[in-house]
């Protein structure tokens, strides 16, 4: 079965400090790898994906994320926040095979930048 | 292009009742996936269609069910309201046959309260 472990539900920063958002995940089969974002009374945004290749993936607004499959990690990171940044963060994985293109998402992970 | 849309945007219902939401994927998607997010949790899988048929199904009471038309629209329908069903419904669409197919996209939400 597969799993999403998000830990910290609420991470706190400052303006221009380093994000870290950390996503643990479990699968008996290669995973696919996700990073969605939510702003308030907002549906999911795509960040950034992770399917075969190399493991450091690029997203949109300046992130990026590293696939480990040694730690069964996915972790999302950005070098300095912005205060738009601030917003809710999920990680997920999916599909299954033959067309079941289901995603399992953790709880999520609160972030907040302040000045 | 047009993104994935729903309908309604919100919505009161009473116990016991039933609701029907609505959700057009992007042009050219033709599989649509339906999840449940109560407040403070991320997404649960409820349903996928991928061309008018089900997919697959996520640990949801017989009360929930969905479509999908010849256009790729698709409507879920819950039956029997409770007070947990209450939550923001979100749509979302992947081409599962060209580009990226694992990709996806998600609505904005239909917010279902009831009481």
């Known amino acids: 079965a597969q799993s999403v472990t998000q830990l910290g539900s609420h991470v706190s920063v400052s303006e221009g400090a380093l994000v870290l958002l950390r996503c643990n995940y479990s699968s008996s089969v290669p995973p696919y790898l996700f990073w969605y974002v939510q702003y308030p009374n907002q549906g999911l945004q795509l960040l950034l994906k992770y399917t075969t290749g190399a493991t450091l993936v690029k997203g949109i607004n300046g992130f990026e994320a590293e696939f480990k499959k040694s730690e069964t990690s996915f972790h999302l990171t950005k070098p300095s926040a912005h205060m738009s940044d601030a917003a809710e963060y999920f990680c997920?994985?999916?599909?299954?095979?033959?067309?079941?293109?289901?995603?399992?998402f953790g709880a999520g992970t609160r972030l907040a930048v302040h000045p | 292009d047009a993104g994935v849309t729903q309908s309604p945007t919100h919505l009161i219902k009473t116990r016991g009742q039933h609701v029907t939401l609505r959700c057009s994927p992007i042009?050219?998607?033709?599989?649509v996936s339906w999840y449940q997010q109560v407040l403070g949790q991320g997404p649960q899988f409820i349903f996928q269609y991928y061309e008018k048929e089900e997919r697959g199904r996520g640990n949801f009471p017989d009360r929930f069910s969905a479509r999908q038309f010849p256009n790729y629209s698709s409507e879920l329908n819950v039956n029997a309201l409770l007070l947990g069903d209450s939550a923001l419904y979100l749509c979302?669409?992947?081409?599962?046959?060209?580009?990226?197919?694992?990709?996806?996209?998600f609505g904005p939400g239909t917010r279902l309260t009831v009481t």
């Open positions: 997920a994985v999916g599909p299954f095979s033959g067309g079941y293109n289901k995603l399992i």
């Open positions: 042009s050219g998607h033709k599989s």
């Open positions: 979302a669409s992947s081409s599962l046959d060209s580009g990226s197919p694992y990709e996806q996209y």
